[in-house]
């Protein structure tokens, strides 16, 4: 089975700039989440989807950052107007849903480079 | 405001040797304590958890100490090998939280032959 997919691998862009990650989670996977680890520093949440709906969107820094989920399935992170303390690595996880103590299931994760 | 301390940053142990990495936490409403695994280029892994109501787990060469008074939780590697050479994450997860998962800053071991 596969297992969490990320896109880009990289990106590096200028301040300024717009950048959308993708994310495909396990398929059946209710719970997607988005977490960011700025370089040396903790892997922070940022938010949790279930199905198609924010549940708890308390980690994202600002509006610059719009996430989506469509239909349940894929979600993207809109980063606009990127800026320098953006830059890190962005990762997904899934996990079944019904149970918040069930394994995350981490992707291999999106390293961002804003110039 | 960092919730979960990770010591130490980064740690050498020779082949065979025990590798010990350490975790404390401030939030007594955290109910389940993951450890997760990353090699470069992959994403973290869940290695072994543990909840509060235990004290240690072990599964092979990995063993969780808890310490539910001290507020203190450890990952010890036995017999560790070069494979093993990583970086380490705790992380700990409150009962009214979700799925969210709150990371301690990492280890990178490396297991020298």
């Known amino acids: 089975e596969a297992g969490v997919t990320q896109f880009p691998s990289h990106s590096v862009i200028e301040k300024g700039q717009t950048v959308t990650l993708r994310c495909d989670p396990i398929s059946g996977h209710d719970n997607l989440y988005w977490y960011r680890r700025v370089m040396g520093k903790e892997i922070k949440f940022l938010l949790h989807f279930v199905k198609e709906s924010k549940q708890d969107e308390s980690g994202m820094p600002n509006n610059r950052f719009l996430a989506e989920r469509t239909g349940g399935t894929y979600s993207t992170l809109k980063v606009q107007p990127a800026e320098l303390e953006d830059s890190g690595v962005y990762f997904c996880a899934s996990s079944q849903g019904g149970f918040s103590y069930n394994e995350q299931f981490f992707g291999p994760g999106t390293r961002l480079t804003v110039l | 405001q960092q919730q979960v301390k990770q010591s130490p940053q980064s740690l050498i142990v020779q082949k065979g040797g025990i590798s010990i990495i350490n975790c404390a936490y401030e939030n007594t409403a955290f109910d389940y304590f993951p450890w997760y695994q990353q090699f470069p280029g992959k994403g973290p892994a869940l290695l072994i958890a543990?909840?509060?109501?235990?004290s240690e787990k072990k599964e092979g060469r990995f063993t969780i100490s808890f310490n539910k008074s001290a507020k203190q939780f450890s990952l010890h590697i036995m017999d560790s090998q070069p494979g093993d050479s990583a970086t380490y994450f705790c992380?700990?997860?409150?009962?009214?939280?979700?799925?969210?998962?709150?990371f301690g800053q990492g280890t990178e071991l490396s297991v020298k032959p």
């Open positions: 543990i909840r509060p109501d235990v």
């Open positions: 992380a700990a997860k409150g009962n009214n939280q979700g799925g969210k998962l709150i």
